[in-house]
């Protein structure tokens, strides 16, 4: 249940700074560590929830919006080092759902191709 993973001695609002926190990480790590992202462009990003972040992004220029969906409370469950910039740094690595997670971030939001997320 995701509640174990979570981290219950911290309040919603520290778990919403965290989320926020892996996205600043994860767009830095798109716009300056090509060895990391290499040649993937960021598209745009949000916290859904306290512990819930979506992601649109291109594999290459030119290429079709991705998405990803991230629930860090089971993110920070993987990792000994749960930090937001830690999460980032591992994030990785598509397919049309009938979501709404993309509503505002792109023109055509149900045209994101989704990789590992389920609805």
Do not use: K
Request: with cysteine; glycine share 8%; charged share 25%.
């Amino acid at each position: 249940m995701v509640d174990d993973l979570d981290m219950p001695s911290v309040t919603p609002g520290e778990r919403r700074a965290s989320t926020d926190a892996f996205l600043v990480h994860l767009q830095h790590l798109f716009a300056n560590d090509t060895d990391w992202n290499d040649g993937m462009q960021w598209v745009a990003g949000r916290a859904l929830t306290d512990d819930v972040a979506v992601v649109l992004y291109r594999d290459r220029p030119g290429g079709p919006v991705l998405g990803r969906r991230y629930d860090l409370a089971v993110e920070r469950a993987l990792f000994t080092d749960d930090s937001a910039e830690a999460i980032a740094g591992e994030a990785w690595t598509g397919e049309l759902l009938p979501v709404d997670w993309a509503d505002g971030l792109c023109d055509a939001p149900r045209s994101v191709h989704w990789i590992g997320a389920a609805p």
